[in-house]
């Protein structure tokens, strides 16, 4: 922001004013011989500028900071969604880390349950020592399982730290998903209008299109005008005031070259504008058949699930009634 106020200052007179001190010794040569004259003096002068006419040079300036200004928000607003959306992820794995670690909890304890249930029938001669075995490695695995996934669990807690400030606590459920555009193609036309980076890219083009009028300016005069008042430790007041046109007639080629430059920063400026657009529609596409294949997937996990319990329900009562092992009711579960 403040680089706008600095271009603002350009069309805006500057007052200055400048205190002198001194001394001096000199030998002065006279018919007689020398002398010696010395003495003290002093002065002081205020003096103001101010740029009349520049061709625009100074306008091109407080718009190309304007203009800087609203891309750098732009920029700003795209960090604060990556904030955002760092801290979703993070409170996204804290839940999903929790629920995995409550489920390998239950496992273990289901398979706790089928290990004293097998070492029962070993005892009463129903099953061999290698139904229980299996099912005491069962349980080592699903100790390990289980270290594994506290060991997740920690590490989402850090991210959730790292985004938020704090750790977890009682995490609420998470809210309703918000309402998607009806099509990839709407919510693509979304993406063009509204996104931070495509903002950013067009400021920026703004900004190169000014570059290029203000090299254009540059090589125009520039006409100014000057004020100064004058006093000294005597009493002796002056003053003058005067009107300054200067232009660079031949600068070794730097004022064309720079022209140049600019014309090939509005042709790059642009061609990162079409680059963005076509990288964020992509991005949408991406993101709108993840979001298609996760929907499918859901569904699908939830018939497997109600199918699973049927068939785990089935194999433990055959088990039971002795046409099942111990084997078969730990794979179901």
Same mark, same amino acid.
């Given at each position: 922001?403040?680089?706008?106020?600095?271009?603002?200052?350009?069309?805006?007179?500057?007052?200055?004013?400048?205190?002198?001190?001194?001394?001096?010794?000199?030998?002065?040569? %006279?018919?007689?011989?020398?002398?010696?004259?010395?003495?003290?003096?002093?002065?002081?002068?205020?003096?103001?500028?101010? %740029?009349?006419?520049?061709?625009? !040079?100074?306008?091109?300036?407080?718009?190309?900071?304007?203009?800087?200004?609203?891309?750098?928000?732009?920029?700003?607003?795209?960090?604060?969604? @990556?904030?955002?959306?760092?801290?979703?992820?993070?409170?996204?794995?804290?839940?999903?880390?929790?629920?995995?670690?409550?489920?390998?909890?239950?496992?273990?304890?289901?398979?706790?349950?089928?290990?004293?249930?097998?070492?029962? !029938?070993?005892?009463?001669?129903?099953?061999?020592?290698?139904?229980?075995?299996?099912?005491?490695?069962?349980?080592?695995?699903?100790?390990?399982?289980?270290?594994?996934?506290?060991?997740?669990?920690?590490?989402?807690?850090?991210?959730?730290?790292?985004?938020?400030?704090?750790?977890?606590?009682?995490?609420?459920?998470?809210?309703?998903?918000?309402?998607?555009?009806?099509?990839?193609?709407? /919510?693509?036309?979304?993406?063009?209008? %509204?996104?931070?980076?495509?903002?950013?890219?067009?400021?920026?083009?703004?900004?190169?299109?000014?570059?290029?009028?203000?090299?254009?300016?540059? !090589?125009?005069?520039?006409?100014?005008?000057?004020?100064?008042?004058?006093?000294?430790?005597?009493?002796?007041?002056?003053?003058?005031?005067?009107?300054?046109? @200067?232009?660079?007639?031949?600068?070794?080629?730097?004022?064309?070259?720079?022209?140049?430059?600019?014309?090939?920063?509005?042709?790059? /400026?642009?061609?990162?504008?079409?680059?963005?657009?076509? @990288?964020?529609?992509?991005?949408?596409?991406?993101?709108?058949?993840?979001?298609?294949?996760?929907?499918?997937?859901?569904?699908?996990?939830?018939?497997?699930?109600? /199918?699973?319990?049927?068939?785990?329900?089935?194999?433990?009562?055959?088990?039971?009634?002795?046409?099942?092992?111990?084997?078969?009711?730990?794979?179901?579960?």
């Amino acid at each position: 922001d403040e680089d706008v106020a600095v271009a603002v200052s350009s069309l805006r007179p500057v007052v200055a004013y400048t205190a002198q001190a001194g001394w001096s010794r000199a030998e002065v040569g %006279t018919a007689g011989g020398t002398t010696v004259a010395e003495g003290l003096s002093a002065s002081l002068a205020l003096s103001a500028e101010l %740029t009349l006419f520049d061709f625009g !040079r100074r306008k091109l300036g407080i718009e190309i900071a304007k203009e800087s200004v609203l891309a750098t928000r732009q920029a700003l607003v795209q960090v604060e969604q @990556n904030v955002l959306l760092a801290t979703v992820q993070a409170y996204v794995d804290v839940r999903l880390a929790q629920d995995v670690v409550a489920l390998r909890q239950s496992n273990l304890r289901l398979i706790t349950q089928e290990l004293r249930a097998a070492q029962d !029938r070993f005892d009463v001669g129903e099953i061999t020592r290698t139904d229980v075995s299996i099912a005491e490695a069962r349980l080592a695995a699903s100790r390990a399982a289980l270290a594994a996934a506290q060991g997740q669990l920690m590490i989402a807690r850090e991210a959730y730290k790292a985004a938020t400030g704090a750790y977890p606590g009682k995490l609420a459920p998470p809210p309703k998903a918000p309402a998607l555009p009806r099509t990839m193609e709407e /919510a693509q036309g979304v993406a063009r209008g %509204t996104h931070p980076l495509i903002r950013q890219a067009q400021h920026q083009v703004t900004v190169a299109d000014l570059q290029v009028e203000l090299a254009k300016a540059n !090589r125009a005069p520039t006409i100014g005008a000057g004020v100064t008042l004058r006093t000294d430790d005597e009493g002796l007041d002056s003053q003058s005031l005067g009107l300054t046109m @200067n232009q660079t007639i031949y600068a070794g080629g730097r004022l064309s070259a720079l022209q140049r430059k600019a014309l090939a920063g509005k042709d790059a /400026a642009r061609a990162a504008l079409a680059q963005m657009a076509v @990288n964020v529609v992509e991005n949408v596409g991406v993101a709108w058949a993840n979001l298609a294949v996760a929907a499918a997937s859901i569904e699908a996990s939830d018939l497997q699930i109600r /199918a699973s319990h049927a068939a785990f329900d089935g194999v433990r009562e055959e088990a039971a009634a002795g046409t099942r092992t111990t084997l078969d009711v730990l794979d179901a579960e």
